[in-house]
T-cell receptor, first 116, second 115 residues
Framework: EAGVTQSPTHLIKTRGQQVTLRCSPI?????VYWYQQALGLGLQFLLW???????NRGNFPPRFSGRQFPNYSSELNVNALELEDSALYLC???????????????FGDGTRLSIL | GDSVTQMEGPVTLSEEAFLTINCTYT??????LFWYVQYPGEGLQLLLK?????DKGSNKGFEATYRKETTSFHLEKGSVQVSDSAVYFC??????????????FGTGTRLTIIP
């Protein structure tokens, strides 16, 4: 069974640019989660999508946004990049939490974003 | 809100030593508890989980017991190996509170095992 896949692996951008990160969940999983792992700040929850809708959002500014497609894959978009956006962005997926309780989240290897 | 407090690292042990990484939590609902491991250059891998009080999660020789009375979920292993060197994260999810489907993580503990 293929795991959660993320692309690209690495990305270098400059301040003010925009970036799109992509995530494909495990087959059969309908929920996708995005987390930011920045140096010194730990793992912070960004967004949760289920069945194409945004279900929950962490404490991040509106320039962080995303969407989920009918095949359950997801994109994370970050506009007006700032230096502090440099981080590892992790995507996770799980089975539908509204149908199956206590399901763990399974993570991809992440996209490392560097802002110059 | 929910929070996880994890033992500060780094932790350095000799091979075959006993490992304990402490984790305590604060939650308003009925959380599920997890340990994840992150090897260098990789994402997080689920190590073990427990979904209710007194449950014991176990995997690859690691164990953790969900203790509601002490709000703890300490990770233990009887004999560590060099290959266990990684960063370990304790996390909780209050999955009975629909709309709150997120993991709250501890700060992570870097473990280094020396031969």
């Amino acid at each position: 069974e293929a795991g959660v896949t993320q692309s690209p692996t690495h990305l270098i951008k400059t301040r003010g640019q925009q970036v799109t990160l992509r995530c494909s969940p495990i087959s059969g999983h309908t929920s996708v989660y995005w987390y930011q792992q920045a140096l010194g700040l730990g793992l912070q929850f960004l967004l949760w999508y289920d069945e194409g809708e945004e279900r929950n959002r962490g404490n991040f500014p509106p320039r962080f946004s995303g969407r989920q497609f009918p095949n359950y894959s997801s994109e994370l978009n970050v506009n007006a990049l700032e230096l502090e956006d440099s981080a590892l962005y992790l995507c996770a997926s799980s089975e539908d939490p509204f149908l199956y309780s206590n399901q763990p989240q399974h993570f991809g290897d992440g996209t490392r974003l560097s802002i110059l | 809100g929910d929070s996880v407090t994890q033992m500060e690292g780094p932790v350095t042990l000799s091979e075959e030593a006993f490992l304990t990484i402490n984790c305590t939590y604060t939650a308003t609902g009925y959380p599920s508890l997890f340990w994840y491991v992150q090897y260098p250059g990789e994402g997080l891998q689920l190590l073990l989980k427990a979904t209710k009080a007194d449950d014991k999660g176990s995997n690859k020789g690691f164990e953790a017991t969900y203790r509601k009375e002490t709000t703890s979920f300490h990770l233990e292993k009887g004999s560590v190996q060099v290959s266990d060197s990684a960063v370990y994260f304790c996390a909780l999810s209050d999955q009975r509170n629909f709309g709150n489907e997120k993991l709250t993580f501890g700060t992570g503990t870097r473990l280094t095992i020396i031969p």
